[in-house]
């Protein structure tokens, strides 16, 4: 059964410092990874705020945790997450 969830993602103190550039550029290139294998359905931040959205398809919620736990910009504490279970009530994404 697949599992449908939504990372919310906001800056961090540390967001803008350092090698948050390099951090935050490594945060990009793991999404499209993980959306190449079909687990990020959508990814992108809001224009009026500094947020960011993530839509997954994993088998488990615990699935999805591992995913946010692993982004270099979580893990480099650039960003700070938040992982909801999300009900698709319109709409479905393409298969395959």
Same mark, same amino acid.
């Given at each position: 059964?697949? =599992?449908? !969830? $939504? @990372? @919310?993602?906001?800056? *961090?103190?540390?967001? &803008?410092? &350092? #090698?948050?550039? /390099?951090? $935050?550029?490594? =945060?990009?290139?793991? %999404?499209?990874?993980? =959306?190449?294998?079909?687990?990020?359905?959508? *990814?992108?931040?809001? !224009? #009026?705020?500094?947020?960011? %959205?993530?839509?997954?398809?994993?088998?488990?919620?615990?699935?999805?945790? #591992?995913?946010?736990?692993? #982004?270099? *910009?979580?893990?480099?504490? $650039?960003? =700070? *997450?938040?992982?909801?279970?999300? !009900? $698709?009530?319109? &709409?479905?994404?393409? /298969?395959?």
């Amino acid at each position: 059964m697949v =599992h449908s !969830s $939504v @990372i @919310i993602l906001r800056p *961090a103190p540390s967001y &803008g410092s &350092g #090698d948050s550039d /390099k951090i $935050v550029s490594d =945060h990009f290139n793991y %999404l499209k990874q993980l =959306h190449s294998e079909g687990l990020v359905k959508m *990814a992108g931040r809001f !224009s #009026d705020v500094l947020f960011g %959205l993530v839509i997954l398809e994993t088998e488990t919620l615990e699935e999805a945790r #591992d995913i946010m736990n692993n #982004d270099p *910009a979580v893990k480099g504490r $650039v960003f =700070h *997450a938040e992982l909801y279970s999300w !009900s $698709v009530a319109i &709409g479905e994404f393409e /298969k395959g």
